[in-house]
């Protein structure tokens, strides 16, 4: 009898601890699913405005939740701006979202960022040769 209270003793602590195991893991997961979605939402922006014409860049804002887009159960606010300098451009895109507690409450904003420069000559133009 005793044997088998050490050994229940022994299996409960066991799966204690994989039940909490599990519950990180669904959690980092979640978070890694966020920042996918918020990686994928900032390159497409910033592919966006790479094809806009360069004199018609100009900074914004959106959001992005399950009404614009069916595989989106967060809410993400993503601001782009665009710092034009002569003939060059940078342009910054950041994407915030709310991580979430148990309980359904915003425990803290996560964001990310991502930068790229662009240049005002078209595509034709920087892969044409130059006539002597």
Known sequence: MLEALITMAILSVGLVTMAKFQGTLLQNST??????I???LAQDKIETLRSTDFVLLSGGSDIIDASIQ?????RYDRVWTVFSNGGNAAIEVTVEWGDYTAKGEVSRHTNIRLVSNISSSSATES????DP
């Not at 069916?70 to 967060?74: L, W």
């Open 31 to 36: 978070l890694a699913k966020n920042r996918t």
């Open 38 to 40: 918020a990686i994928n």
């Open 70 to 74: 069916q595989n989106i159960s967060e």
């Open 127 to 130: 892969g044409r040769l130059i």
